[in-house]
């Protein structure tokens, strides 16, 4: 099993920056991928930024493309998404996910193991 923590959510005014956390313990070594979703009320879980750890890779969504990046402290099994030029829309419940797989990291199904989610809200 793998556990995730993330931290970091909170109230931000539009066009500030927030920092998410996400902290993997546990059986890390069959982690090969991890990325954030997000939820907002009534709306759909939706993928926001995926990296690869075999690869290096990033992904993103377009809608977060040039404001978010998803990054990795190797050493401290953690994976940190930094958020600017933050929009009221991007008001939700974000997510921590990791994977035992290294592609398709942008679709919920590939995923194996979920945070408890941490709230972002963005004021106009």
């Known amino acids: 099993q793998v556990q995730l923590v993330e931290s970091g959510g909170g109230l931000v005014q539009a066009g500030g920056s927030l920092r998410l956390s996400c902290a993997a313990s546990?059986?890390?070594?069959?982690?090969?991928?991890m990325g954030w979703f997000r939820q907002a009320p009534g709306k759909e879980r939706e993928f926001v930024a995926a990296?690869?750890?075999?690869?290096?890779?990033?992904y993103y969504a377009d809608s977060v493309k040039g404001r978010f990046t998803i990054s990795r402290d190797n050493a401290k099994s953690t994976v940190y998404l930094q958020m600017n030029s933050l929009k009221p829309e991007d008001t939700a419940v974000y997510y921590c996910?990791?994977?035992?797989?290294?592609?398709?990291?942008?679709?919920?199904?590939?995923?194996?193991?979920w945070g408890q989610g941490t709230q972002v809200t963005v004021s106009s």
């Open positions: 996910a990791a994977s035992r797989r290294n592609s398709g990291l942008d679709l919920r199904m590939n995923y194996d193991y």
């Open positions: 990296y690869d750890w075999t690869g290096g890779g990033s």
């Open positions: 546990g059986r890390t070594f069959s982690v090969y991928g």
